[in-house]
């Protein structure tokens, strides 16, 4: 079974930076696409940032790249999204996602079983 535990949330200000962690457990050959999600009251559920373990691929939704930078650490079986220049539109409690998904379908929250709990991210103007 797996399991995805997020941390590293808070609140900052305009221009600052945190750095989100996804702690996963029981993740087989199944999982190919580790994903970052986030939703703001009110919206629907986005992707904000994908890779892809084995080719170590990345992608980005286009509201934060150049700001956002997805990773992996194998060894911890941990995945990091660190945010910089981060703007108030990113409030929002944001995902970790796992699955077996195409590259071309990651920034589709339906293709996903396995889920965090979710950590608040709020950014102040």
């Known amino acids: 079974q797996v399991q995805l535990v997020e941390s590293g949330g808070g609140s900052v200000q305009a221009g600052g930076s945190l750095r989100l962690s996804c702690a996963a457990s029981?993740?087989?050959?199944?999982?190919?696409?580790m994903g970052w999600f986030r939703q703001a009251p009110g919206k629907e559920r986005e992707g904000v940032a994908a890779?892809?373990?084995?080719?170590?691929?990345?992608y980005y939704a286009d509201s934060v790249k150049g700001r956002f930078t997805i990773s992996q650490d194998n060894a911890k079986n941990t995945v990091y999204l660190q945010m910089n220049s981060l703007k108030p539109e990113d409030t929002a409690m944001y995902y970790c996602?796992?699955?077996?998904?195409?590259?071309?379908?990651?920034?589709?929250?339906?293709?996903?079983?396995?889920w965090g709990q979710g950590t608040q991210v709020t950014v102040s103007s």
């Open positions: 996602a796992a699955d077996w998904v195409g590259a071309d379908l990651w920034r589709d929250a339906s293709r996903f079983e396995n």
């Open positions: 890779i892809y373990a084995r080719s170590g691929k990345t």
């Open positions: 029981g993740i087989t050959y199944r999982t190919n696409c």
